[in-house]
């Protein structure tokens, strides 16, 4: 006899990128925060995770959420972000849609209309968001504190042989490459070459040196890495495609990765607390940013920012996993 799961999803995109919410058929997770769930889910639960987000039921870029609630009574809900890589501690396009989905769709009320509390691994968010009628317009996430962890890394590529990066958080590591003698910029190159480029940065990047947040000593190592370029529209502030995962580059202009582009230009003196930072993704969709507080974590200068942006839910979902499959767990090629 075969054993079967069966999950509700709703399915949205945020700026282009995806987001499925679980709303049906969330597990029970062991743990006092979002941080040791996500460990628990990790360790015993993440055939779920593969399932819904390899293919053939999701693909390369998929992502999605589950919602628990708070741990603590003041905030509204928790969160466990899942995707091809694993369960990020923070995720920014994931925030926006998953807002947009779960007041769109009544799976949160909020105890203060317009404004969340959200319980991520990486810390407490604080989410605002605009609604006309029953539709969510814009969903704006005051996201955990982000700073430039290294700069001016050196590192030698096997494509591009020596690069200078930076490195750092914004609810997930970043390497961040901008351009530069061995780099003209992303738009010089297509989204496979990016991609493989990027596998092979972070594999050595990883090798050779080490991240540990300062507070959170379970959130380690770099997960993203993040092309820089010219925009496509010349009022933005800057372009990115962030790479993640094995295979996927963001197609929203990353959230965390927004916030870490925020903190590296905050610690170079290129942004100021206040100004907009209008951020564009690889095919061209916008993020605003904004730096909404200077702060520190552990000895170094950081921000606290903001990003806003919006999403579209397009569709319901009711997705079987069942052990009779020999996909069950989904697959990668
Ligand atoms: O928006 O933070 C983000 C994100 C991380 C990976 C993909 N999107």
Partial sequence: MSTR?????????????????????????KGNNMLEKRQYFLDKLDWIRRGLMFEPRGHD????????????????FAVLFIETSGCLPMCGHGTIGTITIAIEEGLIHPKTPGFLRMEAPAGLVLVSYKQEGKKVKSVKLTNVKSYLAAESLEIETEELGKLIVDVAYGGNFYCIVDPQKNFPGLEH???EQLISMARNLRQKMNETYEFVHPEHSQIRGLSHVMWTGKTLDPTSSARNAVFYGDKAIDRSPCGTGT????AQWFA???????????HESFIGSKFTGRIEEVTEIGDKPAIVPSIEGWAKVYGY????LDDDD????????
Avoid at 5 to 28: E, K, L
Wanted: overall charge negative; hydrophobic content about 40%; some cysteine.
């Fill in 317 to 320: 979902n009711t997705i079987i």
């Fill in 189 to 191: 190159f297509r989204a």
């Fill in 259 to 262: 916030s870490a582009r925020m």
């Fill in 61 to 76: 870029m998929m992502s999605g959420s589950m919602l628990f609630p708070p741990h603590d009574p003041e905030n509204d």
């Fill in 268 to 278: 170079k003196g290129l942004l100021k607390p206040g100004d907009d930072f209008i």
């Fill in 5 to 29: 799961s069966t999950f509700s999803c709703i399915d949205a995109h945020t700026c282009g990128n995806p987001v499925r919410v679980v709303s049906g058929g969330v597990p029970f997770l």
């Fill in 326 to 333: 020999p996909y069950v767990h989904g697959f990668q090629v």
